[in-house]
């Protein structure tokens, strides 16, 4: 397919993050922020930096773990009355 000289542009999504210390908004385009776990804000003296990759597994899993063996220690010292 020829495009005749007209220069083709990739439509992008593009990400708006307000920075809860500075109140900077910092929009980025989701192609540069794939694959990056943690953004600073450029915001002046701002030091915040934004969790790209949010929880990750193993830490959800300690969790429901620390659940388990709350309900196992509940139910034991409880008996069948806890139900």
């Known amino acids: 397919m020829r495009n005749y000289g007209i220069r083709q542009t990739q439509s992008g999504a593009r990400i708006v993050m307000v920075c ?8 980025e385009s989701a192609e540069e922020l ?24 193993h830490a959800r899993h300690g969790f429901f773990e620390a659940c388990k063996r709350f309900y196992a220690a509940f139910y034991s010292t409880r008996g069948q009355g806890a139900r």
């Open 20 to 27: 809860p210390n500075c109140g900077q908004e910092n929009s």
């Open 34 to 57: 794939r694959g990056i776990r943690f953004y600073a804000c450029p915001g002046d003296d701002c030091d915040y930096t934004f969790d790209l990759a949010g929880p990750s597994k």
